[in-house]
């Protein structure tokens, strides 16, 4: 077994949401959610996605980062309708030194604004502290896309810094990176905050998260 890996798959469960381990089968639902919505999707990521075999790439590749040892992918399910609406992991992960990201999220435009993302990144965060005692979390996005920073420091992290040209897409821009954290001595203050958004909303009512 890899240092940073998990012995065995697992699932993170909410009230609206469950993460469960990302696989194969997912690809296919995944694709036919996402392929009227692709520009809107995924213009901020630096991987081509359009068509069905990009999707299979793709999933390719973050079930070998999960193998080494670096990446937790998982399928958001929306658990009322026993849904896939999207994609989660963590990933970069350095257990040893007590660190990971969480990235490569989205969500299909029905289930935005919606409490599915702000739940999910609840789970995530949790289990990140709790479990695996990270001492920190990191989060990064496009320094163009404004909507994912305000979505970020909502969820009570603190911007960093940018690193410059630090991507190259895959239509050759080259993409500067805004880097935030939460660090496991503000997690309560995060947690208690999040527990109480969620706590008083329902899965249609709860207002913009992303």
């Given at each position: 077994m890899?240092?940073?890996?998990?012995?065995?798959?697992?699932?993170?469960?909410?009230?609206?949401?469950?993460?469960?381990?990302l696989?194969?089968?997912?690809?296919?639902?995944?694709?036919?959610?996402?392929?009227d919505?692709?520009?809107?999707?995924f213009?901020?990521?630096?991987?081509?996605?359009?068509?069905?075999?990009?999707?299979?790439?793709f999933?390719?590749?973050?079930?070998?980062?999960?193998r080494?040892?670096?990446?937790?992918?998982?399928?958001?399910?929306?658990r009322?309708?026993e849904?896939?609406?999207?994609?989660?992991?963590f990933?970069?992960?350095?257990?040893?030194?007590r660190?990971?990201?969480?990235?490569?999220?989205?969500?299909a435009?029905?289930?935005?604004?919606t409490?599915?993302n702000?739940?999910a990144?609840?789970?995530?965060?949790?289990?990140?502290?709790?479990?695996w005692?990270?001492?920190?979390?990191?989060?990064?996005?496009?320094?163009l896309?404004?909507?994912?920073?305000?979505?970020?420091?909502?969820l009570?992290?603190?911007?960093?810094?940018?690193?410059?040209?630090h991507?190259?897409?895959?239509?050759?821009?080259?993409?500067?990176?805004?880097?935030?954290s939460?660090?496991?001595?503000?997690?309560p203050?995060?947690k208690a905050?999040?527990?109480s958004?969620?706590?008083?909303?329902d899965?249609e009512?709860?207002?913009?998260?992303?």
């Amino acid at each position: 077994m890899q240092e940073n890996l998990p012995h065995q798959p697992f699932t993170l469960e909410g009230r609206h949401v469950r993460l469960e381990p990302l696989a194969r089968e997912h690809v296919g639902p995944l694709w036919e959610l996402a392929k009227d919505h692709l520009d809107e999707l995924f213009q901020w990521i630096p991987y081509r996605f359009q068509s069905l075999a990009d999707f299979q790439d793709f999933n390719r590749m973050v079930l070998e980062e999960y193998r080494r040892g670096i990446s937790v992918p998982f399928a958001t399910v929306v658990r009322r309708e026993e849904r896939v609406v999207g994609t989660t992991r963590f990933m970069n992960m350095d257990l040893v030194n007590r660190k990971l990201e969480i990235g490569s999220t989205w969500v299909a435009p029905r289930w935005q604004h919606t409490s599915v993302n702000t739940e999910a990144k609840y789970l995530m965060l949790r289990h990140a502290f709790e479990a695996w005692k990270c001492l920190r979390v990191e989060l990064k996005t496009d320094a163009l896309n404004e909507r994912s920073r305000r979505a970020i420091l909502r969820l009570g992290a603190k911007e960093e810094g940018t690193l410059r040209k630090h991507m190259v897409s895959w239509n050759g821009r080259q993409r500067d990176s805004v880097y935030f954290s939460i660090l496991d001595s503000e997690w309560p203050q995060v947690k208690a905050r999040l527990e109480s958004k969620l706590g008083a909303s329902d899965l249609e009512t709860l207002p913009p998260s992303s």
